[in-house]
C-alpha cells in the first residue's frame, strides 16, 4: 500500500452549454491547480469585485432545485452538484473551475459530460499526499420524514431510497460503492428528473428556461416523455447518488465511510456536513492510501498512521 496522491487535471480544458435556469450560454473551463490548493470557482464575467468562490459546504446559500455557492463579496455560482460529484467520482482534489455566468451548464443533465472532459486532458498525479475525512460515529439529518446520513464504513459507499407517488418512479432503492473504476458506468450518465407540471410552473416564473427533453427526464403523470426512455431500470434513485455525492464533496475532502439518503435533497445533504463538522468527536483527518493488486484497480482507504495535516 502506498499513500494516495492528490490530483489535479493534467492541462486546460473547456466545455460550452446552456444553463438549466438562466437558459443562456455558458461556458466552463478548468484549470490545473497546484496541490493543497482545493476547489474554487471563478467567475469570468465579474471583474467588479472579488469572483471567487470556494468549493466549501459553509458557502452554500440556496438549495432551491440545486447547489448554489456564495462568497463574502455576494458573488454566486449555482447548478454545481453535477461537476462535484465528477471530481469526486474521478478523485480529483485541485482546479480551478472558471465560468462566464452565473451557472454552470446543464448538458445533458447528467455528470457524464464532465468526465468526459477532464478524461480528454487526463490527471495528473502531484506529491503530497491526499487528505480524506473519515467518519467516526453515525451522524443524522432530518426534515420532516427525509433522512441523510453518514457513518463509519471502508472506502465510500452511498445507500439511497427514493419514494414519489408515480408509478413511472415509484419507490427504489440503491446502493454504490464509489470508485474512478466504477463511477463513469455507475453513476455519471444518470439525468436529473422533473414532472412535467413543474417545469411548467418553473417557468411561468422565469425558471428552468434551459430545461428540455434533451437534459433531463420528465415525467408526466405516470408515463416518462423523453421517447429514449430511462438510460438505467433504477436511473432516478442513481441521479439522486449522484447529486448526494455533489454535494457532500462540499465537505472539502473525500469521505471514508457510507452515506444513507432516504428522499434527501440538497438542503439535506448539506445540512449534514454542517452538523458532521459541528461534532469534533465525528470525524477526522486520514491520510488515503492506495492498495493496488495485480489485474485490478485502485481503491482507497485510511492509512494506518495518523495523518500529517
Known amino acids: 500500500m502506498v499513500l494516495q496522491a492528490q490530483k489535479t487535471v493534467a492541462a486546460q480544458v473547456h466545455l ?17 491547480a497546484p496541490s493543497d490548493h482545493g476547489i474554487l470557482f471563478r467567475r469570468s464575467d465579474v471583474t467588479d469585485r472579488d469572483n471567487v468562490i470556494p468549493a466549501q459546504y459553509d458557502h452554500v446559500r440556496d438549495t432551491t432545485l440545486c447547489t448554489v455557492l456564495v462568497n463574502g463579496a455576494g458573488v454566486s455560482v449555482r447548478t454545481v452538484e453535477h461537476l462535484m460529484a465528477a471530481f469526486a467520482g474521478l478523485d480529483i482534489d485541485n482546479v480551478i473551475v472558471e465560468v462566464s455566468g452565473p451557472e454552470l451548464p446543464i448538458l445533458d443533465g447528467s455528470a457524464a ?27 443524522e439529518a432530518r426534515i420532516d420524514d427525509k433522512l441523510a446520513a453518514l457513518e463509519p464504513g471502508e472506502g465510500f459507499a452511498i ?22 473504476d466504477d463511477f463513469g458506468a455507475l453513476l455519471s450518465g444518470a439525468r436529473t428528473f422533473g414532472f412535467r407540471q413543474e417545469v411548467e410552473f418553473l417557468r411561468s416564473k422565469g425558471l428552468a428556461l434551459g430545461g428540455s427533453l434533451e437534459n433531463a427526464v420528465v415525467v408526466d403523470g405516470d408515463e416518462i416523455m423523453n421517447p429514449e426512455g430511462l438510460r438505467f431500470a433504477d436511473e432516478f434513485v442513481r441521479h439522486k447518488a449522484l447529486d448526494a455525492l455533489g454535494d457532500l464533496y462540499l465537505a472539502g475532502a473525500p469521505i471514508i465511510g457510507r452515506f444513507t439518503g432516504f428522499k434527501s435533497g440538497h438542503a439535506l445533504n448539506n445540512r449534514l456536513l454542517h452538523m458532521l463538522f459541528a461534532d469534533r468527536t465525528a470525524w477526522t483527518y486520514v491520510a488515503a492510501v492506495e492498495d493496488v493488486e495485480p489485474q485490478a484497480g485502485a481503491t482507497w482507504t485510511e492509512a494506518s498512521v495518523a495523518a500529517p495535516f
Do not use: C, N, W
Not at 159 to 180: K, V
Open 159 to 180: 445507500d439511497f431510497e427514493i419514494d414519489f407517488a408515480s408509478r413511472a418512479i415509484d419507490r427504489r432503492q440503491g446502493s454504490y460503492t464509489i470508485t474512478p
Open 113 to 139: 459530460p464532465f468526465v468526459a472532459m477532464i478524461e480528454r486532458v487526463g490527471t495528473k498525479a502531484q506529491r503530497p499526499p491526499r487528505r480524506a475525512i473519515k467518519i467516526l460515529k453515525r451522524i
Open 16 to 32: 460550452d452549454g446552456v444553463g438549466l435556469h438562466t437558459g443562456q450560454p455558458v461556458r466552463v473551463t478548468l484549470l490545473p
